[in-house]
């Protein structure tokens, strides 16, 4: 399977600043890539897919780049309503794999 | 609007069955590309993905649960069924159902939405 790492495991950032999440997953997967974002109690949101379209109604903030095996997630004003995990997922190969969560806080 | 929502038991013991239901609305699973997924999530941990079914009946499994797991579902309910067998303490997890589709011959998108989770827990 393939194997998704993210890093890193815990990003602290103050408010109005720039959050950068990474995912490299152990096999190319061409943009066939997706980004979540899970608060805390909630289920999962859906943010980007295809590795740089944003959702519907995702806030522009937030911004997906990156094909292959490296990915980055850019947040671009971090604000405090951002408190959350964030999960990289690919969807080029079976069984559809999540790498471990990147937990973004406010500082 | 779509939604789904998953429910079934809270606790089941070790070695027992677990069934669970995902009831959606706002989309047919017979709609051509259409798909249903379950994912869980233990306490505090990652996100796994477990199965699914598509609009032509078509099942797909993790290929480490694979011997475990039962996908099923009722168009006409608008529901997939989930039936996990011999449970153990560390299949204990939020049991999340979210919609997808194929983008492409035989290529599963992106997981958008989801229901809100049941959490079960395994225990004697």
């Known amino acids: 399977e393939v194997v998704l790492t993210q890093s890193p495991a815990t990003l602290s950032v103050s408010p109005g600043k720039r959050a950068t999440l990474s995912c490299w997953t152990s096999q190319s997967i061409s943009s066939n890539l997706a980004w979540y974002q899970q608060k805390p109690g909630q289920a999962p949101r859906l943010l980007i897919y295809g590795a740089s379209t944003r959702a519907t109604g995702i806030p522009a903030r937030f911004s997906g780049s990156g094909s292959g095996t490296e990915f980055t997630l850019t947040i671009s004003s971090l604000q405090s309503e951002d408190l959350a995990v964030y999960y990289c997922?690919?969807?080029?190969?079976?069984?559809?794999?999540f790498g471990q969560g990147t937990k973004v806080e406010i500082k | 609007q779509v939604t789904l929502r998953e429910s079934g038991p809270a606790l089941v013991k070790p070695t027992q069955t677990l069934t669970l239901t995902c009831t959606f609305s706002g989309f047919s699973l017979s709609t051509n590309r259409m798909c249903v997924s379950w994912i869980r999530q233990p306490p505090g941990k990652a996100l796994e993905w477990l199965a699914l079914?598509?609009?032509?009946?078509?099942?797909y499994f993790s290929p480490f649960l694979r011997s475990r797991l039962t996908i099923s579902k009722d168009t006409s309910k608008n529901q997939v069924v989930l039936i996990m067998t011999n449970m153990d303490p560390g299949d204990t997890a939020t049991y999340y159902c979210?919609?997808?589709?194929?983008?492409?011959?035989?290529?599963?998108?992106?997981?958008?939405?989801w229901g809100q989770g049941t959490l079960v827990t395994v225990s004697s």
């Open positions: 997922q690919q969807y080029n190969n079976w069984p559809e794999t």
């Open positions: 979210a919609r997808t589709e194929f983008i492409a011959a035989r290529l599963v998108g992106w997981f958008d939405p």
């Open positions: 079914i598509d609009w032509d009946d078509d099942k």
